[in-house]
């Protein structure tokens, strides 16, 4: 499995961004996919997740709100899925490297360690 991360770039406070993360090379029925972000200086934080089989998402306290994460249904059955992050309302405290992670069992654990498939960051930037 390949993860693939885009749509960074530099925002203004209260505007919005979309990210995506494109993962190929394997079916995704059982697979749970998520967000994680690392601002300068800081450890990576949880951001968001999405079970890719039913659609469930979690959601870090910070970005309740404001974040949602989706799946690309129009490609479900493709060779590569996708899956959104829309972000909205943007803070300066957002700011950060936005990674895009997998894992092939159930849950959706806060914890970076317990992902094992990264993608590249992409890095959100949001000024004041």
């Known amino acids: 499995v390949q993860l693939q991360a885009s749509g960074g770039g530099l925002v203004q406070a209260g505007g919005s961004l979309r990210l995506s993360c494109a993962a190929s090379?394997?079916?995704?029925?059982?697979?749970?996919m998520a967000w994680f972000r690392q601002a300068p200086g800081k450890e990576r934080e949880f951001v968001a997740a999405i079970r890719w089989n039913g659609g469930v998402t979690y959601y870090a306290d910070s970005v309740k709100g404001r974040f949602a994460v989706a799946r690309d249904s129009a490609r479900r059955n493709a060779v590569q899925n996708l899956v959104h992050l829309q972000m909205n309302s943007l803070k300066p405290e957002d700011t950060a490297v936005h990674y895009c992670?997998?894992?092939?069992?159930?849950?959706?654990?806060?914890?970076?360690?317990?992902?094992?498939?990264w993608g590249q960051g992409t890095l959100v930037t949001v000024s004041s």
């Open positions: 090379g394997r079916t995704f029925g059982s697979y749970f």
């Open positions: 992670a997998a894992r092939n069992v159930p849950g959706a654990p806060t914890s970076e360690a317990q992902w094992d498939i």
